[in-house]
């Protein structure tokens, strides 16, 4: 936590001679507080009616983050705290759920906001430990779907379950995305073996037609670069990263609409010959971007699947 503070100006700051409860930070500092004011902006701390016997009474937090916690049960003019880095923030804020410091709770989770999508993780946990459904809802696009278990090893028990299931449904999309190509790959036909190999051959339809793609079958070459662009989108690491690709596929594409995949395919695949199709080698890199039915209908497969997605704070409440 870079922010730091002179300890004499805190003491001199906190040190009214009609205080009536003293504090202490984990780093020793003192602060003077009216009991009062302590009650009419804090649900935490001793009221009037509890007498400490002049005791002090010690806390956990260090003295910086005391300092603005302090200062906000003032009634004055406050630091819209813009100058703080994410380590304080999210000490003070949570120091004002644990201290029930109510007016500084929207200002706090206004700034933790601004730390997005850097620290993600970190403030979905303070979101979800202190039940901010809206929070959640905008950091979850942020969230690296590798970080599956260190944020399950973080979350409380209750809701270990639910962020299971939500990680479900989101792997879920890709089995059907799979499952949506080899149901366009299942048209496929078994030809007699060739007269140079005993191998039985497989030959996807053609896919290529005046008027594009046929939404029953897939030919071979469009098959693989499909199948290939399921395990990239697979691959991508966030949410919001894995929308914007679904958007915009063609920049994954490569087709056999491609004159120079076509003639390549015709030549070396079997679609124009004898030669028995060959599956592995194909070299995957588009040329130009082109048009493909079959990428057009999955990505909107895809997307209506990551709609059909409920908010995480709907599997906390035991919806599906």
């Keep these: 936590m870079a922010t730091t503070t002179d300890p004499s100006w805190m003491t001199e700051r906190f040190n ?40 002090i009474v010690q806390l956990t937090e260090p ?78 696009p942020y969230l690296p779907r590798s970080s599956f278990v260190s944020i399950l090893e973080r979350l409380p028990p209750c809701y270990m379950l639910a962020w299971a299931r939500y990680v479900e449904a989101w792997a879920r999309v890709f089995k059907l995305g799979r499952r949506y190509i080899n149901e366009l790959a299942s048209e496929a036909v078994i030809m007699a073996p060739s007269p140079k190999s005993s191998k039985r051959r497989v030959s996807l339809c053609d896919c290529r037609s005046p008027t594009g793609a046929s939404p029953s079958c897939v030919c071979c070459f469009c098959y693989i670069s499909l199948s290939k662009w399921i395990t990239q989108l697979d691959e991508i690491d966030t949410i919001s990263a894995l929308n914007h690709a679904l958007k915009s596929p063609k920049s994954n594409l490569d087709c056999c609409n491609s004159n120079s995949h076509r003639q390549s395919a015709e030549s070396s695949h079997g679609w124009g010959g004898e030669q028995e199709p060959r599956t592995l080698g194909w070299t995957l890199q588009p040329e130009f ?28 409440v035991g919806k599906k």
């Design 63 to 140: 003295a910086t983050v005391l300092q603005v916690l302090f200062d906000f049960i003032y009634p004055k003019r406050h630091s819209d705290l813009e100058d703080k880095d994410f380590e304080f923030m999210a000490a003070l804020a949570e120091a004002v759920e644990k201290y029930e410091v109510y007016s500084l709770m929207p200002l706090c989770n206004a700034r933790l906001r601004t730390f997005l999508p850097r620290h993600a993780e970190n403030i979905l946990i303070h979101a979800v430990k202190h039940d901010y459904p809206k929070i959640i809802n905008e950091v979850l």
């Design 289 to 316: 971007e082109v048009e493909c039915k079959h990428m057009e209908n999955i990505s909107k497969f895809l997307q209506d699947q990551v709609k059909g997605i409920p908010p995480f704070v709907d599997f906390l």
């Design 16 to 55: 009214s001679g009609n205080a009536d409860i003293k504090f202490r930070s984990i780093d020793g500092i003192e602060f003077d507080l009216h009991r009062a004011l302590l009650q009419a902006h804090a649900g935490a701390f001793p009221g009037p009616e509890i007498d400490t016997q002049g005791e």
